[in-house]
């Protein structure tokens, strides 16, 4: 899996950089690729110049597309659930680059990212896969098929189709601003989009019937982002291979768009989340911020080596701004627009997930170590020993664990509601103050 992300082998992905010279220069095109299920462990950043792992705002691909588009914190946007909307007190980056004389468009990958969740202020122009099949289309197209029938009826924009639109958005003078979503790669149990090599056997047609319910009431879907997956090892191997299959798509998809875009483009390309993967008792994305679930990468043509630790996605935004000239304030540590301009910089770095269950779940990562906060439940990580979070040290380095949970209580006590200007998380203000984080 090493070489199966973008960018990971022929050609280098990730985000495009290209500084703006001069107020009065031609604006130049700003591209954003912003990549679903798409774990930094895929990508070999020795072999790829300009990249970075990078951490997501969180396991959500909603949420973090609206965190990159605001530069703002999941707390503080409000979209921590697929039932949300961008509100109109939240500071839009589309919206500013629309002002400033960009022509606006968005190409989304999937239904459940796009208009119907608010993200259509701002833009010119806002398409998502054409004509999306009815439930009970994808349904009767995918039942005899050896990847079984789709749980779902929106399915996903295929990766070669986006980049097919945006060069045709792309090939019009006016500067545009364009914002294409990839999510082909998430979700590899849908089956809407098969993968390009054979595969002999598949999982059977029991596991996606779409009204199944698990004796807990929950659907498959929430069964898988739960971590309550019943599958056999055969079916955990399945969708793995999938999920690969569908990043090498990717990877053979980009370079038609990247490659064609002139010297003087502004592009960024970056992961929205990660994927469980069958880690952490969680097939999905949208569990726990585990490591897996929110190191993302990042790369931009034409930038500094990307270095420093705790490098946040959520200023990405801000950054992207500042090269077109508008006003974005960043929501993060401002590591990442610091290591951007080439000034090396670390800083404790946050990621948030609301879980299927209704819990909360928060993680800090500083100096090396880590801390979850799920619910009542504390764990820490000692990441430089155990990258994979397999032993919890909470209770094991008071010292460390109580520097890192005044430091949650620090980032935490900053954000605050775009319209009202309230703390983001009194919930969690108060269990590190159980915890005993903080008197």
Not at 75 to 94: I, K, S
Not at 275 to 295: C, K, M, S, T, Y
Not at 385 to 397: C, I, S, V
Request: glycine share 10%; proline share 8%; net charge negative.
């Amino acid at each position: 899996m090493a070489n199966s992300l973008p960018g990971a082998s022929a050609w280098p992905l990730l985000v495009a950089v290209v500084l703006l010279v001069g107020c009065d220069a031609p604006k130049p095109d700003v591209v954003v690729v912003l990549v679903d299920s798409w774990p930094a462990g895929a990508v070999e950043f020795a072999s790829v110049p300009h990249a970075a792992a990078v951490r997501a705002p969180s396991t959500s691909a909603l949420s973090s597309v609206v965190s990159v588009l605001s530069s703002s914190q999941p707390t503080e946007h409000g979209v921590t659930t697929r039932y949300d909307r961008v509100g109109p007190d939240v500071p839009w980056l589309p919206a500013r680059m629309q002002a400033a004389g960009y022509r606006t468009v968005a190409l989304w990958g999937s239904s459940a990212v796009g208009p119907r969740q608010g993200l259509g202020r701002g833009f010119d122009e806002s398409r998502g896969k054409p004509e999306p099949p009815s439930r009970d289309d994808v349904l009767e197209a995918s039942k005899d098929s050896r990847f079984g029938p789709s749980p779902s009826g929106h399915g996903h924009w295929e990766s070669s189709s986006i980049v097919q639109a945006a060069r045709e958005v792309l090939a019009d003078e006016r500067p545009t601003f364009l914002v294409a979503h990839i999510a082909a790669a998430g979700a590899p149990w849908l089956g809407t989009e098969p993968p390009p090599e054979p595969y002999e056997g598949g999982l059977p047609s029991t596991f996606f019937e779409a009204q199944r319910r698990a004796p807990g009431g929950m659907s498959r879907r929430q069964e898988l982002m739960a971590g309550r997956f019943d599958g056999s090892k055969a079916d955990r191997l399945r969708l793995r291979q999938l999920h690969g299959a569908r990043l090498r798509a990717i990877d053979s998809a980009l370079p038609a768009l990247l490659n064609d875009l002139p010297a003087d483009a502004v592009i960024v390309v970056a992961g929205t989340h990660g994927e469980g993967l069958d880690r952490h008792g969680v097939f999905a994305n949208g569990g726990a911020p585990f490591e897996h679930q929110v190191v993302v990468p990042l790369w931009v043509r034409g930038a500094p080596s990307l270095q420093g630790d705790g490098l946040e996605l959520v200023d990405l935004g801000a950054w992207i701004a500042q090269q077109a000239g508008v006003e974005l304030t960043p929501g993060g540590n401002g590591a990442l627009l610091e290591s951007l301009a080439g000034r090396p910089a670390n800083g404790s770095a946050l990621a948030y997930a609301r879980l299927p269950d209704g819990r909360e779940s928060w993680s800090l990562v500083a100096a090396g170590h880590k801390l979850l906060v799920t619910g009542d439940r504390a764990r820490v990580y000692n990441l430089a020993d155990d990258p994979d979070e397999l032993y919890d040290l909470a209770g094991k380095l008071p010292e460390v664990e109580k520097a890192l949970g005044a430091e949650l209580n620090r980032r935490v006590q900053a954000l605050r509601k775009p319209a009202t200007g309230a703390p983001a998380d009194d919930a969690l203000l108060e269990q590190l103050r159980i915890l005993g984080y903080v008197e």
